[in-house]
């Protein structure tokens, strides 16, 4: 092959290649999932309802397999090499990872499962799928054109676009409560993950060490220096409530608009209307 590795080669077996993070490709994809999956998303805002629930379900078993799938294909890869299976980054307890166990809950669940998998989705989810998309870590791995770097990019651009989607068909409106119940997925996971982390240094959740983030991983070495490591998963936890936020807040802020400015057109059209009447009553 021209390039010098084939699309499913693994990252042990790539040598010579330039990392690929922010690289043009990486800059090309940034800025088409920027602006077209929100184009996507209002052309797309008026589908049925029951439409998109047959979509989640089949994107669900979708989005399982493709997990599997890398997991058997990473774990294989490691054994090839004489490493093995890996607990401390093979298992799927990553806060990525609540995108496919809230897609199952909204597809499949009922009542809260499904009110709470959606709170999820369309608010913390919005942004760690983004922070994938801008940050595609696996690129300093990868070439772009691999599977590797490839599952990366698909998968937190379907974290992005499937909340996104969620929002603009109106299929899930958002409330200030929502960040809350976005929370309790996110508590859940953590719960398990935490032993885990503590057990194989893992960083699951980058709830242990935040690996690869920028003064947030200096804070972590900080407390851990001073026993206090406990502290920074506590404190790593309650982060994503104010990063569910964000989402309620922008989409608090459009509805205000909107109503603003509805207001304002419909304000002159009733003015008009009573001057007319009271006229016509005058006469």
């Not at 992005?160 to 508590?187: N, Q």
């Not at 998963?233 to 982060?239: D, F, K, N, P, S």
Request: aromatic fraction near 16%; charge should be positive; proline fraction near 4%.
């Amino acid at each position: 092959m021209m390039l010098g590795y084939h699309f499913f080669d693994y990252r042990d077996n790539i040598q010579n290649f330039k990392p690929a993070f922010f690289s043009i490709p990486h800059i090309i994809f940034i800025v088409l999932a920027l602006v077209g999956t929100p184009l996507a998303c209002f052309f797309l805002r008026k589908i049925n309802h029951k439409k998109i629930d047959i979509f989640l379900k089949v994107f669900s078993i979708f989005v399982v397999v493709m997990e599997v799938t890398i997991i058997l294909w990473d774990t294989l890869n490691q054994i090839k090499l004489g490493v093995g299976f890996d607990a401390g980054t093979e298992l799927p307890l990553y806060a990525c990872s609540l995108f496919i166990y809230t897609l199952l809950g909204a597809a499949w669940g009922k009542g809260k499962i499904k009110e709470y998998s959606l709170s999820f989705l369309t608010t913390a989810g919005i942004p760690c799928g983004l922070v994938g998309i801008m940050y595609t870590s696996s690129l300093n791995n990868y070439p772009f054109w691999t599977f590797g770097a490839f599952y990366t990019m698909y998968f937190h651009l379907s974290m992005f676009a499937t909340g996104m989607f969620l929002l603009f068909t109106r299929y899930k409106k958002l409330e200030w409560i929502d960040m809350i119940r976005a929370w309790f997925p996110v508590l859940i996971l953590s719960i398990i993950a935490t032993p885990v982390n503590y057990t194989y240094g893992a960083d699951y959740m980058q709830t242990y060490s935040a690996k690869g983030v920028p003064l947030l991983s200096s804070f972590a070495s900080l407390l851990a220096s001073n026993n206090l490591r406990w502290l920074f998963t506590i404190i790593m936890t309650a982060l994503y409530i104010p990063i569910a936020a964000i989402p309620v807040c922008i989409s608090k802020l459009i509805d205000f608009i909107v109503k603003k400015v509805g207001d304002k057109k419909i304000k002159p059209e009733s003015n008009d209307a009573e001057a007319k009447q009271v006229s016509e009553t005058e006469n």
